[in-house]
């Protein structure tokens, strides 16, 4: 290798060997410097507003959030109040147009009003009117909160008790109810007559059969004896049936009842006594013990030949076998047991033959009345129909509506009159026999003692007359039967005017349809007005 290439291999290894930088290294001073950032005046005025504009923006922000949380609270009050002119001028004619067959409309008006309640955001009956007890009654040995109540009808299978009773009313009748499922009549079977604030129906007592109301209405009582701290089992059950919550066991809510109507199957044979009895009595092993009023419907005339069983033997019969199942319900309180009458049953001698049936049987009272068969002519006199409207009054079924009340109110006297000049007084002489022992499970009756005593000097004639009279069998004192109207009350006028004529609650259905919620609290400020005027 030349001298050359020696030298220049050497030169190439020199620069592989010997640093990168080497070749490029140059001292550097570090020259550490402070920097101040100055806020010039325009930024400090700018942020001023932009503070100002901020603290505005959240006082318009904290405005908007109170009003909003002010409006959901007014407005969940207003809404959930039952005299919100909002459910009658607005949901009820909603329900009406939307749904063009009423019994849709129902149906639709029941799931709201059953969804509502499971959210707490149900119409209900607020400032508790009731407590002055200006109203208030006794039924039953129950003190009531007031004298007016709502009908079979509205809550045919027991799914709205608790919505129904938070309207304000003292007493709510569901049903009727029959042994097992029954579709009832084909439809359409519902027709509304506006102008008229009436109905026609003919439902043919549909119903989801007794078994399945009975588990509906014994899972109400469970809830309410867990909320209530009896736990849920059937001890706690049998705590809250007996009296233990301080409670009425069917409402489950103090100063009001529960009535559960109950009604033979279609396909029964009328003329089989036995077997109609045996339904009824079904109905009631299923259904009293969450019952306080068993109310028995032999009045519904959409049910062929119901009404046939309002004559004095079947039902004395029907009635006894309710009782004596009434009277054997687990429970410490019994439920009282009356029966449901048509208005289309009121000459002297039906009236009279019901009256009988009713003494002999034991029940407890008559709720009168029902829907008719007739058809009234339309108020206010000489009022001529819509087309429509007309059609619809032609319709087979029972018709229930304002026309109705005078009806009523008459028949109600006419019970009063004859289930108070007692048992058979008018339609028999009374038996040389009959005593107490007649009714030796009737616990309103009281004999007094015989009692005899030595004459007393004098009047021989007069001593004489008065051992007589003290030996004579004693006529048992029976206490008053218990009398409910029901059939065109609307306002509290009508309902006072039912009350003077013998009855102890005023009933409403068809105004609840066309009244929406209110309808109940309008009726007992009305009676509270007619209370002070006088």
Known sequence: MSRAQIGRHGLQFFRLARPPH????????????????????????????????????????????????LFAGFGYLYITDTRAAFHRWIIIPLLRTVYSDAEDAHKAGNRALATLFDFGLHPRERGSPDST????ITVFGYPLSNPVGISAGLDKNAELVDPLLALGPAVVEVGGVTPLPQDGNERPRVWRLPSQRALVNRYGLNSDGAEAVAMRLRQRVR????????????????????GEAGVPPGSLASGKLLAVQVAKMKSTPDADIEAVTADYVFCVEQLAKYADIIVVNVSSPNTPGLRGLQRVEPLTRILTGVVDAAKDVKRKTKPAVMV??????????????????IFD?????????????????PLPKGYLLPPKEANYMQE???????????????????????????????????????????FPDNPEVDVPPKVEESKPVGDQKASDDADVARLLPAKPEIAPKVIFASGGITNGDQAHEVLNAGASLAMVYTAMVYGGPNTIRAIKDEMREHLNKK
């Not at 008559?366 to 008719?372: A, E, L, Q, R, Y």
């Open 22 to 69: 080497s070749l490029h290294f140059r001292p550097h001073r570090f020259q550490p410097t402070l920097q101040v950032h100055r806020r010039p005046a325009s930024t400090t005025s700018s942020e001023t507003a932009t503070d100002a504009r901020s603290l505005v923006t959240r006082l318009k922000n904290l405005f908007l959030g109170t009003s909003l949380v």
């Open 133 to 136: 007890s200006d109203l208030g």
């Open 223 to 242: 809830a309410f004896a867990y909320h209530n701290g009896f736990g849920i089992d059937e001890e706690a059950e049998r705590m809250v049936l007996d």
């Open 340 to 357: 449901k009458v048509s208005p289309d049953e009121d000459s002297d001698e039906q009236v009279l033959g019901i009256c009988d049936a």
């Open 361 to 377: 049987s034991r029940v407890d009272g008559v709720i009168v009345g029902n829907t008719t068969k007739s058809r009234p002519d």
């Open 396 to 438: 087979y079924g029972g018709y229930s509506g304002p026309q109705l009340f005078e009806q009523t109110r008459d028949l109600v006297k006419k019970y009063r009159t004859f289930l108070d000049q007692g048992h058979r007084s008018l339609t028999s002489p009374p038996d040389p026999g009959y005593s107490a022992s007649s």
